[in-house]
């Protein structure tokens, strides 16, 4: 699904098919290369405008390359992705901008972390990301959200789609009696989108918070809190919230519970 003004929404259907393959350099430096296979097809809905032409049905082919350099806690990685649409014609309303060289598209990325041990079962973790894509439209643009290509807690669901900018992420992550996992954190991002937002970059701040602990039949439960605290675009300026809970079965070789 995707949330765009009610007179742009449409239904995604997508499937995506994704190998990788990665190459370690010694102790601190790997490559990872990744091809990708993804079908998209798209449905009108109701409140669609009746003037607004449904993208075709495409098949996306792409292929990234990413490396990263581990050492002392600090984390460097950086990546660049050039795919090409199976097909590539004028979508949207009347008079939206349109570019038949658009058909391939390139996404690029880097990130810096850092993380700071405070003892043995603290830690705080200190992120910077930075993306820029070329060509991109709404369906393959970088998308803000806890489990999107753009991690900013509180925006999952919020439609917020981008083609550059830059996110801050600090996190704190501690133990309490060594049973429950405790992950805070607060993320600050500006992204630009000149087709949704305009000239100009626009300000996001969300936060949130994580628990993560041994459930009955050898369970893995993990319960996150994410608020979006606020955003620079009228009329969306925070307050959104979102609750999602992970369970992964372990099976009793994983289990966290000592065994008797």
């Known amino acids: ?111 810096v972390r850092k993380a700071l041990y405070l003892g043995e079962f603290r830690k705080v973790n200190l992120r910077l990301s930075g993306f820029e894509g070329r060509s991109l439209d709404r369906f393959s643009r970088f998308e803000l959200g806890d489990f999107r290509s753009a991690r900013v807690r509180g925006f999952n669901g919020s439609g917020f789609h981008f083609d550059r900018g830059v996110i801050a992420d600090t996190s704190y992550a501690f133990t309490v009696r060594k049973a429950v996992r405790v992950d805070t954190g607060l993320q600050a991002g500006w992204i630009q989108s000149a087709d949704d937002f305009g000239p100009g970059y626009v300000r996001v701040v969300g936060a949130g918070i994580a628990l993560e602990f041994s459930g009955p039949w050898s369970t893995l439960m993990n319960v996150r809190y994410g608020r979006a605290v606020e955003s620079s675009l009228p009329g969306r300026s925070g307050g959104g919230s979102d609750v999602r809970l992970v369970l992964f079965k372990t099976f009793d070789r994983w289990s966290r519970k000592p065994k008797p």
């Open 1 to 111: 699904m995707d949330d765009s003004p009610s007179r742009e929404n449409v239904d995604v259907y997508r499937e995506q098919v994704q190998v990788s393959f990665a190459l370690p350099m010694g102790h601190y430096l790997k490559w990872t290369l990744q091809g990708r296979v993804t079908y998209m097809d798209f449905a009108r809905r109701n409140e669609t405008d009746d003037t607004f032409v449904i993208p075709v049905t495409t098949v996306d082919t792409g292929l990234l390359l990413r490396g990263e350099f581990n050492r002392k806690g600090y984390a460097l990685g950086a990546w660049g992705e050039n795919a090409r649409r199976s097909a590539w014609e004028s979508w949207g309303l009347p008079g939206n901008p349109f570019s038949p060289g658009d058909r391939d598209y390139t996404r690029l990325g880097v990130d």
